[in-house]
């Protein structure tokens, strides 16, 4: 069965410092990762995704992630952080057989940005 | 692309009570996803359609939760005789299959709080 397991549950950086957001997944082939973020009452936002080629992914609002199979790892990372991107981040890993959709999450990294 | 749809926002009810919610997909998506999700947790799936077959069930789908999508286009998800343990983010997305390996798109929530 497929697991993903975010290790922090809070991060705080300083406006400005740069950002690394840890998730590591476990499943049977290569898969599809994805990085989603949240706002306190709001659904989940598409940050970037990966589905194969490329093992480093640009996404939204200057985010990036490098996918690393040795690792089973998929770290969000950002080299800036600006104040609106507090918000709690999803990690994911979705069923391959052409249904990217049905996915299973990590349990969120909350990230405080201080002025 | 007005993007996913849910209705209601909030709902507060008592136990015991049914309720149900909507869901609105992109217009062109084939396929419908429930999630729930519970205070300082990830998202879990609940079931996915495709149109209006509904080809999976979470264990998590208890005999109290049924959802529909009658004619392919939006869908519902009712509870019937909630309990407390219902409290939780319900959350709606949907996907194109036709366009191969794409990621869901999720809609805002409702959020259920059982009194």
């Known amino acids: 069965a497929q697991s993903v397991t975010q290790p922090d549950i809070h991060i705080t950086v300083s406006e400005g410092a740069s950002l690394e957001l840890r998730c590591n997944y476990s499943?049977?082939?290569?898969?599809?990762l994805f990085w989603y973020v949240q706002s306190p009452g709001q659904g989940l936002q598409l940050l970037l995704k990966y589905f194969s080629g490329d093992t480093l992914v640009q996404g939204i609002k200057g985010f990036e992630a490098e996918f690393k199979r040795s690792q089973s790892s998929f770290n969000l990372r950002k080299p800036s952080v600006h104040w609106s991107d507090a918000a709690e981040y999803f990690c994911a890993v979705g069923a391959r057989m052409g249904n990217a959709g049905k996915s299973t999450f990590g349990d969120g990294t909350t990230l405080t940005v201080k002025p | 692309d007005t993007g996913v749809s849910q209705d209601p926002r909030h709902k507060i009810t008592k136990r015991g009570q049914n309720v149900t919610f909507r869901c609105d997909p992109i217009s062109e998506h084939n396929r419908l996803y429930w999630y729930r999700q519970t205070l300082g947790q990830g998202p879990e799936f609940l079931t996915y359609?495709?149109?209006?077959?509904?080809?999976?069930k979470s264990r998590l789908l208890s005999d109290r939760f049924s959802a529909e999508r009658p004619k392919g286009s939006f869908s519902t998800l009712e509870i019937q005789r909630t309990e407390q343990g219902d409290s939780a983010m319900y959350l709606c997305a949907s996907s194109d299959r036709d366009r191969g390996r794409t990621e869901a798109f999720f809609g805002q929530g409702t959020r259920l709080t059982v009194v």
């Open positions: 499943y049977g082939a290569t898969p599809y």
């Open positions: 359609f495709q149109n209006e077959a509904q080809l999976e």
